[in-house]
């Protein structure tokens, strides 16, 4: 396939309005991750899961942010009442294994900007 | 908390010349170190991992546990070369990766 595809690439939304960013991994790949990248800076954990379940979610900054992969494929990540510190590169990844062992690759998309203004 | 460092946000250098970007790292137990570069307007990928001890693109890179360090090095720059580098941690527990700030890398002609 193509990789892992996000969509859409760029949103802008009100401050308080609510956003879905859509991630669609490599077909089969065990693992899924978000990260979220403010400019300048690197890539900071959201959440992660393993096919549907979501096993970390120690990075959602709060309460508004949920993520979800109800299939073990496609994964959505909402944040309801949006803020302008919300405003930043959303990056999904994926890989094959359950674990992103030394032997392992991680796969990337090419993210979605979002800007709150 | 584990925390990943590059003190530059911009390394200059000319075609031909040596480089080194710097990442130090803190963690008490035996991380996993990686390198990802991104490229203009490609994506997010892996250059290299330590424990491979691999050279890609004529890069290496040496676990320095002493100086909790992962310096990646090439030792003579192409303009292909220029582009964004994230030096990463993963720790022994977890699947997570955390990321340094980033260097830009700009390989003059």
């Known amino acids: 396939g193509a990789g892992v595809s996000q969509s859409p690439r760029y949103k802008v939304a009100k401050r308080g309005q609510d956003v879905a960013l859509r991630c669609d991994p490599i077909s089969g790949h065990v693992s899924l991750f978000w990260y979220q990248q403010a400019l300048g800076q690197g890539p900071e954990f959201l959440t992660y899961f393993q096919n549907e379940a979501q096993l970390d979610k120690s990075g959602l900054p709060s309460d508004r942010f949920f993520a979800e992969r109800p299939e073990g494929s496609v994964s959505t990540l909402k944040i309801q009442r949006t803020q302008q510190e919300d405003s930043a590169v959303y990056l999904c990844a994926s890989s094959l294994m359950l674990t992103v062992a030394t032997n392992e690759k991680l796969f990337f998309g090419s993210g979605t900007q979002l800007s709150v203004l | 908390a584990q925390r990943v460092t590059q003190p530059e946000k911009l390394l200059s250098v000319f075609k031909g010349a040596p480089v080194e970007l710097k990442c130090n790292y803190s963690?008490?137990?035996?991380?996993?170190l990686f390198w990802y570069v991104q490229y203009s307007r490609q994506r997010l990928q892996l250059l290299l991992r330590h424990i491979s001890r691999e050279s890609i693109k004529g890069f290496t890179a040496d676990l320095n546990k002493g100086e909790t360090s992962f310096h990646l090095k090439k030792p003579f720059a192409q303009e292909e070369d220029s582009a964004m580098y994230y030096c990463?941690?993963?720790?022994?527990?977890?699947?997570?990766?955390?990321f340094g700030a980033g260097t830009i890398l700009r390989v003059k002609s």
């Open positions: 963690y008490s137990g035996s991380p996993e």
């Open positions: 990463a941690l993963k720790t022994q527990y977890g699947n997570k990766l955390v």
